[in-house]
């Protein structure tokens, strides 16, 4: 985290002091968008696989999330962004789906700073400093390229924390463009930073990545392409190399509407990681809770199909399989949209496949999920 020290040896994180600086600013902005949302998510947890035989042994838990959200242009060329989250959480939930820090404790409330960032537009080029959102690649699930977010297989749109970074836009022509990224660490030397080459060509979008994870003394080198041929396509790729360790992570992704009714649509990647393990017995989990790997196979695939039965109600389906050790979950959902900011989702999350595979592992909880959201 970017830090400033005072005489008295304190640390203040940079996005706390942008956030008092702009609530200044904020207080006495006439010019001001205010914007966010409620969503509740419970969940029932089973004590192992989804039987009536044992429905007086399901765990429950939810958890309620206010995020407001705020901007201001201060003048044509400076802007102000914030958002805060005021989380509860209840029963057995810890944590928004495992994205952010859990606390821990039953029955908590938190806030959370996500966004504090300014916006600086310029002749040429854009700047934005302060806890903003990052991210590189094109892949839908598995982001082998994004190092500034952790992977969620369980709802992969859901809102990605920010962090604390200082990035810069310039564009070149009218297709072509630079993205360089400076994200500090507790010191210089473990930071990420990162620089992307984006243009257009016969109607595919390509980019040249580099990155640089201090950390880890890792850098690595990624290439992405994305196109729409009939089907639509993208392609992204790294070649990730550290002291003592080389390999390359890719994806291949496609999706499709199928002219039926009112249309249904698949989504499919597959993902390739020559770092991951052949067996599962070799799993290493400790990997995980680092953020250098968020998987511990070698081959994966992701696929989700929307059925939309009415302008408001949807099924869907989706798969998450490692390929490697057998394991897979299942989730069968249902998606209603109550009013046109107003939605509610209903599904259940199998673990199935091989025992002790990643995805099914001993003592793996069946879970039936209903989540709310209110957008305003």
Partial sequence: MVVLRVMAKRKIPLSFLLFCMAGHVFMYSFDLETFGYYENRFFILASGKLSFRNISEFSLGDYNRLRLQFRSSVS??????????????????????GVYESHGKPDATYTQLDRAYIDLYFPGFDITVGKQRVAMGVSYLWAPLDLFNRVNIFDPAEEKPGVDALKAYIPIGKKSSFTGVFSPEDNFNSSKSGLRAQTQFAGID??????????????????????????????????FSSPGEEYVKLVVGFDYTFPFKTGIYWLNEFFYDESGEKDSSQYDFDRLLTGEHFTL??????????????????????????????????????????????TIASGIFFFM???????????????????????F
């Fill in 353 to 375: 496949g091989k025992e002790g595979g990643e995805f099914n592992q001993e003592g793996a909880n069946d879970v039936f999920y209903i989540w709310l959201k209110i957008n």
């Fill in 206 to 239: 390509a980019a040249l990545t580099l990155i640089h994870w201090g950390l880890h003394n890792q850098t690595i080198y990624g290439i992405d392409l994305r196109g729409e041929n009939f089907i639509g396509w993208w392609v992204e790729g790294g070649y």
């Fill in 297 to 342: 196979a070698r081959e994966y695939y992701f696929s989700s199909l929307q059925f939309p039965l009415t302008g408001f109600l949807s099924l869907s389906t989706t798969y998450i399989g490692n390929w490697t050790d057998g394991s897979y979950i299942l989730s069968p959902g249902l998606n209603y949209e109550i009013t046109q900011n107003a």
């Fill in 76 to 97: 044509e060329n400076v802007s102000l962004n914030l958002a805060v989250d005021l989380f509860t959480f209840h029963g057995v939930i810890r944590s928004p789906l």
